[in-house]
């Protein structure tokens, strides 16, 4: 049974620093593209990083720069380093397996909070 | 703004049809598989619809997905309460380098 849990979030100031994490079970973990996903309070799907099965790495617009998405295979975990946060990037992060373009997000975990306030 | 259109809400009565449309362009819905996800109140999203129109296991028939062009279509037959939800249509636009999704449809069943 795939397995995602997500940790690292919390309540942070502007311009702070958070590193998330995803530990994935139950699947072969280089097989497979990584995304991270996020969603603001009352509003929708946010697409933030990719991380592809060879390694390359991708982000939009509002986080190039500032958020860094890495892997462990050996501990078969995803990691979103988010530096410099703004107000605006205060939601609920969402670790998910496989790719939005590809055969999709087949696996969700149950996110964790970032909240960023001064 | 989202890259990815959608109508902000549809509704029907058990048992009717519903469909939801997902308009792009050549950069993402053309180029690229769509995918759909349903996110229930206060859950996660779930994959409902992969390649444009392929179900993963435990997915009813009565979801169902097509592309034509730059517009995907997601139709919900059988309509049940269980089914109110919001719906979000992906893909990958090669233009931006990223994933996109829709603005998201709220279905209510009435």
């Known amino acids: 049974e795939v397995q995602l849990l997500e940790s690292g979030g919390g309540l942070v100031q502007p311009g702070g620093s958070l590193r998330l994490s995803c530990a994935a079970t139950?699947?072969?973990?280089?097989?497979?593209?990584m995304t991270w996903v996020r969603q603001a309070p009352g509003k929708g799907l946010e697409w933030v990083s990719s991380?592809?099965?060879?390694?390359?790495?991708y982000y939009a617009d509002s986080v190039k720069g500032r958020f860094t998405i890495s892997r462990d295979i050996s501990r078969t975990t995803l990691y979103l380093q988010i530096d410099s946060l703004r107000v605006e990037d205060t939601a609920l992060y969402y670790c998910?397996?496989?790719?939005?373009?590809?055969?999709?997000?087949?696996?969700w975990g149950l996110g964790t909070l970032v909240t960023v306030s001064s | 703004q989202s890259v990815l259109t959608q109508p902000p809400s549809v509704s029907a009565a058990p048992g009717q049809k519903v469909t939801i449309s997902c308009s792009g362009s050549?950069?993402?819905?053309?180029?690229?598989?769509v995918s759909w996800y349903q996110q229930l109140p206060e859950t996660a999203p779930k994959l409902l619809i992969y390649?444009?129109?392929k179900r993963p296991s435990g997915i009813p028939d009565r979801f169902s997905g097509s592309k034509s062009g730059t517009s995907a279509t997601l139709d919900i037959t059988g309509l049940q309460t269980g089914d109110e939800a919001d719906y979000y249509c992906?893909?990958?636009?090669?233009?931006?380098?990223?994933?996109?999704f829709g603005g998201g449809t709220k279905v209510t069943v009435l």
């Open positions: 390649e444009n129109n």
């Open positions: 050549s950069s993402n819905i053309m180029s690229n598989y």
């Open positions: 139950g699947f072969a973990f280089t097989s497979y593209a």
């Open positions: 991380c592809g099965k060879t390694g390359n790495k």
């Open positions: 998910a397996k496989g790719g939005v373009g590809e055969s999709g997000l087949d696996s």
């Open positions: 992906g893909t990958w636009d090669s233009s931006l380098r990223g994933g996109v």
